[in-house]
């Protein structure tokens, strides 16, 4: 079955600095979607890549996918308070299974 | 708009109680599915429906039953409670070829003593 690894598991940033968190995948990835977790709180959806290479960006969040189709990265450039959360990776999985998998998550803090 | 609502938000149960987790969506999406969070486990699938009648098995099924008879209700139902099951759960939709952007609900906090 497909899993998914992020890293860190955790991370805390001061306010204003840019930071980077990783999904990486043990087979081919056919979709990559990023989610946003408030803490006490449902997910919400961020981005979705699909093709090697894509790179999409959301305010100051930037997604990309590599070539390859098995690694992706959330950049956040000068992180703010409201940046603060568990962000997690999904992926369609490779068993038919129309429903996402879920990487463990990186929980971000962002002190002012 | 009310999207996705789950209750209730909070639950405590004892051992080998059963009890009915409720999700409606009143934006008339197919798909809907059941994830449960556990601390450095992320969501894990419980089941899931692409449409009313329909329902399949996710990664965690045991111990979890669910029904889809409309559209907008898929319930979850645990058959006899385990401390194993304290968990969040977390209810989603989403609908046709964007079935991956998924619409959550705001969880609810399961406790088993």
């Known amino acids: 079955s497909q899993e998914l690894e992020q890293s860190p598991q955790s991370l805390i940033v001061q306010e204003g600095k840019n930071l980077t968190i990783n999904c990486t995948s043990s087979k081919t990835l056919y979709g990559l979607y990023w989610y946003k977790q408030k803490y006490g709180e449902g997910l919400i959806f961020l981005m979705m890549?699909?093709?090697?290479?894509e790179e999409k960006s959301h305010e100051k969040i930037t997604a990309k996918l590599d070539e390859k189709k098995q690694q992706s990265s959330l950049h956040i450039t000068a992180s703010q308070p409201s940046h603060a959360g568990i962000y997690l990776c999904?992926?369609?999985?490779?068993?038919?299974?129309?429903?996402?998998?879920f990487g463990s998550g990186t929980r971000l803090q962002v002190q002012p | 708009n009310a999207g996705v609502t789950q209750t209730p938000k909070f639950q405590v149960l004892k051992t080998g109680q059963s009890m009915t987790l409720q999700c409606a969506q009143d934006m008339n999406h197919e798909y809907m599915s059941w994830y449960r969070q556990d601390p450095g486990m992320g969501l894990r699938l419980i089941h899931y429906s692409v449409g009313a009648g329909i329902t399949d098995q996710g990664e965690v099924p045991n111990g979890y039953n669910v029904s889809r008879s409309t559209t907008e209700d898929f319930p979850l139902r645990l058959l006899s409670a385990a401390p194993s099951q304290t968990s969040v759960y977390f209810c989603?939709?989403?609908?046709?070829?964007?079935?991956?952007?998924?619409?959550f609900g705001s969880g609810t906090q399961l406790s088993v003593l």
């Open positions: 989603a939709s989403s609908y046709g070829q964007s079935r991956e952007k998924l619409f």
């Open positions: 999904g992926a369609r999985p490779d068993t038919g299974r129309r429903a996402l998998t």
């Open positions: 890549l699909q093709k090697g290479g």
